[in-house]
């Protein structure tokens, strides 16, 4: 379904107007792992225990971050105004090793607001920006501030990671617990660098 630019810009306001901040959503995620719960409708075991590893790595990420001095004189010297806003839930692995990423790069520069969403609430917007067919996550979406138009997305992997995928499941057909584990690895090696190159595109 195509939709025009005039519904997509309604869709992205209506998500914009339930959007809270990356503090608020670790406050959440936070939350939820003492009540042994996860972001989104359902709730199982499996989804408790994967919000409460995410929260453990997203704690450990914004932390250890570090970005180049070429990155950051990039992202400093953007002088845009865009709202990046990303469609997330508490559950999603590769979320947990992007969003404190996304949230470095956009401290540095005011004239990147970060926003975020929850998938199952925003089931418009997430139509708007599948990936393959799918409702992948974390999507982020660049909005340019004073027009409202959609001016770039990102997700919901790093192109490497992407490319990995891409390359198992061409060879496999689907993605085995034993990739994911693998896949877990490359993260930690690679310690958000390609997810920092990747977002330098958009600014």
Same mark, same amino acid.
């Given at each position: 379904?195509? +939709?025009?630019?005039?519904?997509?810009?309604?869709?992205?306001?209506?998500?914009?107007? !339930?959007?809270?901040?990356?503090?608020?959503?670790?406050?959440?995620?936070?939350?939820?792992?003492?009540?042994?719960?996860? &972001?989104?409708?359902?709730?199982?075991?499996?989804?408790?225990?994967?919000?409460?590893?995410?929260? @453990?790595?997203? !704690?450990?990420?914004?932390?250890?971050?570090?970005?180049?001095?070429?990155?950051? +004189?990039?992202?400093?010297?953007?002088?845009?105004?865009?709202?990046?806003?990303?469609?997330?839930? +508490?559950?999603?692995?590769?979320?947990?090793?992007?969003?404190?990423?996304?949230? !470095?790069?956009?401290?540095?520069?005011?004239?990147?607001?970060?926003?975020?969403?929850?998938?199952?609430?925003?089931?418009?917007?997430?139509?708007?920006?599948?990936?393959?067919?799918?409702?992948?996550?974390? @999507?982020?979406?660049?909005?340019?501030?004073? +027009?409202?138009?959609?001016?770039?997305?990102?997700?919901?992997?790093?192109? @490497?990671? &992407?490319?990995?995928?891409?390359?198992?499941?061409? &060879?496999?057909?689907?993605?085995?617990?034993?990739?994911? !584990?693998?896949?877990?690895?490359?993260?930690?090696?690679?310690?958000?660098?390609?997810?920092?190159?990747?977002?330098? @595109?958009?600014?």
């Amino acid at each position: 379904m195509i +939709s025009t630019d005039i519904s997509i810009k309604n869709i992205i306001q209506e998500s914009e107007a !339930k959007a809270i901040s990356y503090k608020e959503y670790r406050d959440l995620v936070q939350t939820l792992v003492t009540e042994g719960k996860s &972001t989104g409708e359902e709730q199982t075991e499996a989804l408790s225990n994967y919000t409460m590893l995410n929260d @453990k790595r997203m !704690k450990r990420l914004d932390k250890t971050v570090k970005l180049s001095e070429e990155a950051i +004189s990039k992202i400093k010297s953007y002088n845009g105004d865009v709202t990046w806003l990303v469609l997330t839930e +508490s559950w999603c692995g590769d979320a947990a090793q992007t969003m404190p990423v996304i949230n !470095k790069v956009a401290e540095l520069n005011e004239n990147i607001t970060l926003k975020i969403v929850l998938r199952d609430e925003n089931e418009a917007l997430m139509n708007e920006f599948l990936t393959n067919g799918g409702k992948a996550i974390p @999507k982020l979406i660049a909005i340019d501030a004073p +027009s409202g138009n959609v001016i770039g997305d990102w997700g919901p992997r790093p192109t @490497k990671a &992407t490319q990995m995928v891409n390359d198992y499941k061409a &060879t496999y057909g689907k993605l085995t617990p034993e990739f994911k !584990k693998e896949l877990q690895v490359w993260y930690n090696k690679d310690k958000g660098q390609n997810t920092v190159e990747d977002l330098l @595109k958009l600014v």
